[in-house]
């Protein structure tokens, strides 16, 4: 074979394994983040106070919090809505948030309700 052409092939093999090793250890610290829970926005305020504060009276601030007696503004005290001829029950159980409706094949079904928007 010709010789540069061997160099060139034992060159691109180490690129490729550099590139399979960066790979496995760029998994290495997604997982690592993912094992890892979100430290909570009060701790980004030890240093960004200002940008906390202003996130923190803002909307943005809002969405995707746990649904409590505090985030859920919505009347779940069975509460029957109904929209587009689909008819809805808001319901509280357990300290949990559900409604009860009906899927697009009719069947009806309950969901819990998690997160507020
Ligand atoms: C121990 C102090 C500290 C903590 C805690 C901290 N940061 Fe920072 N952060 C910094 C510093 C220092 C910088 C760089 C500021 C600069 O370059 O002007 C920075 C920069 C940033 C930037 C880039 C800002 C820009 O204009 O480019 C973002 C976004 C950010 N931090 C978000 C966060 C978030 C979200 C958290 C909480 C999960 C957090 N930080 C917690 C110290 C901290």
């Known amino acids: 074979m ?3 052409l061997e160099i060139l092939m034992v060159y691109k093999s180490n690129i490729f394994m550099l590139l399979i090793i960066q790979l ?6 997604i997982s690592a983040v993912i094992e890892n ?3 909570g926005a009060k701790q980004c305020a030890i240093c960004h106070q200002q940008q ?9 601030s809002k969405p995707m919090a746990e649904a409590d007696k505090t985030s859920v503004l919505g009347n779940f005290s069975n509460i029957d809505i109904s ?3 689909v008819q809805n029950h808001f319901f509280t159980e357990k300290g949990k948030y559900w409604v009860k409706t009906t899927d697009v094949a009719g069947q009806q079904e309950t969901h819990q309700i998690r997160y507020t928007f």
């Open 2 to 4: 010709n010789k540069n």
């Open 24 to 29: 496995i250890s760029a998994g290495g610290v």
């Open 37 to 39: 829970d979100f430290v």
């Open 52 to 60: 906390f504060d202003d996130w923190n009276t803002s909307g943005h």
């Open 83 to 85: 929209f587009h001829n």
